[in-house]
């Protein structure tokens, strides 16, 4: 797959590049993005090289693209937006936001143009898209369901974290699902619980 840039006027979305990896460190060290995904902890500087060097230029060439989630004028890296292959012929998004630019709409706004592009004939073609979140990320819910992802359920020990089991929840949204957002998720996910 050729790369791609994506905007919306929002958001710009492109493959992160050598210049993006201190901005990319600083953001993976946020102790949120080491509890609510698989990014290594403590996360390096050299984590990103090889993130950014060759997990990055690999996805593309088998067809899962991984953006980095930029907002104009600067186009600094804020975040990541990207998929990964699921069983039968899913995919799964996987998206974080730094913390200095959460609370604006850019997940949900990347989430959204990334979901497009997966879609579009001219991009991906998929029929489906799947999304799993460590039971609790209540932030990645709502964006999922902000998107239309419509709720399926927990998956037991669904997710592997460093080596330790994790419940998931899952949902899925298809390219003929309305826009969200989605009703059927068992808890507004924008209320947070505790």
């Not at 840039?5 to 993976?28: F, H, K, Q």
């Not at 950014?52 to 230029?57: A, C, E, L």
């Not at 004028?73 to 936001?97: K, N, T």
């Not at 974290?161 to 068992?186: I, K, N, T």
């Amino acid at each position: 797959m050729h790369e791609r840039i994506l905007t919306d006027g929002t958001v710009v979305l492109s493959p992160p590049r050598a210049a993006d990896v201190d901005a990319i460190t600083e953001a993976c060290r946020d102790p949120e993005i080491a509890r609510w995904t698989t990014v290594p902890d403590p996360y390096t500087r050299a984590d990103a090289v090889h993130f950014v060097g060759t997990v990055v230029p690999d996805k593309w060439a088998k067809g899962f693209p991984d953006w980095a989630v930029r907002t104009e004028p600067d186009g600094r890296v804020c975040g990541m937006v990207g998929f990964v292959p699921r069983e039968g012929d899913d995919l799964e998004i996987g998206y974080w936001i730094a913390s200095t630019a959460r609370g604006r709409g850019l997940a949900t706004a990347a989430v959204r143009l990334a979901c497009g592009f997966a879609f579009a004939a001219d991009g991906m073609g998929v029929r489906r898209i799947g999304w799993r979140a460590f039971v609790g990320n209540h932030a990645s819910a709502a964006v999922a369901r902000r998107v239309g992802f419509r709720f399926e359920g927990i998956t037991p020990a669904g997710l592997l974290q460093r080596g330790v089991p994790r419940d998931v929840w899952v949902a899925g949204l298809s390219a003929d699902d309305p826009p969200g957002p989605a009703d059927g998720w068992p808890l507004r996910p924008e209320r947070r619980l505790r």
